[in-house]
T-cell receptor, first 113, second 114 residues
């Protein structure tokens, strides 16, 4: 079993839809949870990160962490064609040698005008 | 403020040749990470370096692969005697400190081994 599981999609939605992207993980030591966006032929860029459980909102994006279920989500409201990209979750532990990021495979999202 | 720079963007090598991938971190960043990305495997950590030090190379194959980040100049990922299985996108990221959660990625180098 992989440490981080993410459905690769592809996910196709109409413009304006609410998008829900998810990852599950198995390592209870993970404390930091990140969402990256990667456009085709580009490097990933960090959208937002959360520490431990809870929600975080940034504009149209909301990240949620449920540590009890080992489940994280990224919601995109009022999705736009420019949101079409691959979304990667990544996570890491807090200290020691386990600080390296562990990545999901990424979910490919297409927002259709 | 220039972002992370990687060159070349595309590299074609024949089996058995050497590949050298370069990464210039963002100004003020002294921590560099190398990743490899394959469609079916996602992004895989290879190595984490600070200036003149390899901090964590647990994701890098023991043979044929090496990395350095000298006091002056870019970080280099070197792959000797390339094989077809080395074909992938290689990304470099940088951060200002080890504690910093935000890693800034370069555009990647796409290596094709023929």
């Amino acid at each position: 079993q992989k440490e981080v599981e993410q459905d690769p999609g592809p996910l196709s939605v109409p413009e304006g839809a609410i998008v829900s992207l998810n990852c599950t993980y198995s390592n209870s030591a993970f404390q930091y949870f990140m969402w990256y966006r990667q456009y085709s032929r580009k490097g990933p860029e960090l959208l937002m990160y959360t520490y431990s459980s809870g929600n975080k909102e940034d504009g149209r994006f909301t990240a949620q962490v449920d540590k009890s279920s080992k489940y994280i989500s990224l919601f995109i409201r009022d999705s736009q064609p420019s949101d079409s990209a691959t979304y990667l979750c990544a996570m890491r532990a807090n200290a020691g040698n386990n600080r390296k990021l562990i990545w999901g495979l990424g979910t490919s999202l297409a927002v259709n005008p | 403020n220039a972002g992370v720079m990687q060159n070349p963007r595309h590299l074609v090598r024949r089996r058995g040749q050497e590949a050298r991938l370069r990464c210039s971190p963002m100004k003020g960043h002294s921590h560099v990470y190398w990743y490899r990305q394959l469609p079916e495997e996602g992004l895989k950590f290879m190595v984490y370096l600070q200036k003149e030090n390899i901090i964590d190379e647990s994701g890098m194959p023991k043979e044929r692969f090496s990395a350095e980040f000298p006091k002056e100049g870019p970080s280099i990922l070197r792959i000797q005697q390339v094989v077809r299985g080395d074909s992938a996108a290689y990304f470099c990221a940088s951060s200002p400190s080890r504690e910093d959660l935000e890693q800034y990625f370069g555009p990647g180098t796409r290596l094709t081994v023929t």
